[in-house]
C-alpha cells in the first residue's frame, strides 16, 4: 500500500533534515521564525531544495522591490524618499516639488559636507550657489560641492527635481528643521 500523503510529506522533510545536516528541531525553529538563519545554512538548505539561494529568500509580496513613497511637506516643498532608509552606497534618492513660496532667502542658504547632484523632471529650478544664481532648466542636471552655501528654489512656478543626495545632504535636505 501507498504511503499517506502527509506520511509521504514526513519522508520528504525527514530526506531534507539529512540533506541540509541540520536537525529537525533547528529547522522547525527556523521555520517558526523562534531560530535565525544563519547563511552558512541557507546554501544546504537551498540545495537540499533543489532551489537557488534568491527562490529560497524572495518575498511573498512586492514590497523588497516596490517602494511606495509617502508625501512629505515643508513651507514650499513636497518629497518624496525614493530609495530605501539605509540604502546601498549611503545614497538617498528623492523626488522634491519645489513652489515660489519655499523660503529662499540669504538666511535659507546652507553649507554641508559633500555633493549634491539633481536633475529638472519639470520646471525651472533656481539654483543660489554662493554669489552666483544659476537657472537649471527641465532635462538639465546640476552637481556641485555642498561646501559651498546654496538653496534650491523654483523660478516662475513649480519645479520638480530628482536629487541624489549622500548622507549629509540627506540630513540637510530631508530632514532639517524648518521656522
Given at each position: 500500500m501507498p504511503p499517506a500523503p502527509a506520511d509521504h510529506l514526513v519522508q520528504v522533510r525527514a530526506e531534507h533534515f539529512r540533506e541540509c545536516h541540520l536537525s529537525p528541531s533547528t529547522l522547525s525553529r527556523i521555520e517558526t521564525g523562534h531560530r535565525r538563519i544563519a547563511l552558512d545554512q541557507l546554501v544546504?538548505?537551498?540545495?537540499?531544495?533543489?532551489?537557488?539561494?534568491?527562490?529560497?529568500?524572495?518575498?511573498?509580496?512586492d514590497d523588497d522591490v516596490v517602494i511606495r513613497p509617502q508625501p512629505c511637506h515643508t513651507p514650499g516643498l513636497t518629497s518624496w524618499l525614493l530609495s530605501r532608509e539605509r540604502a546601498l552606497h549611503g545614497v538617498t534618492v528623492a523626488k522634491m516639488r519645489i513652489t515660489?513660496?519655499?523660503?529662499?532667502?540669504?538666511?535659507?542658504?546652507?553649507?554641508?559636507?559633500?555633493?549634491?547632484?539633481?536633475?529638472?523632471?519639470?520646471?525651472?529650478a533656481r539654483l543660489h550657489l554662493g554669489e552666483r544664481t544659476i537657472m537649471v532648466q527641465a532635462g538639465d542636471s546640476a552637481e556641485f560641492s555642498t561646501m559651498v552655501l546654496h538653496s534650491i528654489g523654483a523660478q516662475d512656478g513649480p519645479v520638480e527635481i530628482l536629487t541624489i543626495l549622500d548622507h549629509d545632504g540627506e540630513r540637510a535636505h530631508l530632514h532639517a528643521p524648518h521656522s
Open positions: 544546504p538548505i537551498a540545495r537540499a531544495l533543489d532551489t537557488t539561494l534568491d527562490q529560497l529568500v524572495e518575498s511573498a509580496d515660489p513660496d519655499r523660503p529662499a532667502g540669504a538666511d535659507d542658504l546652507k553649507v554641508h559636507p559633500g555633493r549634491d547632484w539633481f536633475t529638472v523632471l519639470s520646471g525651472t
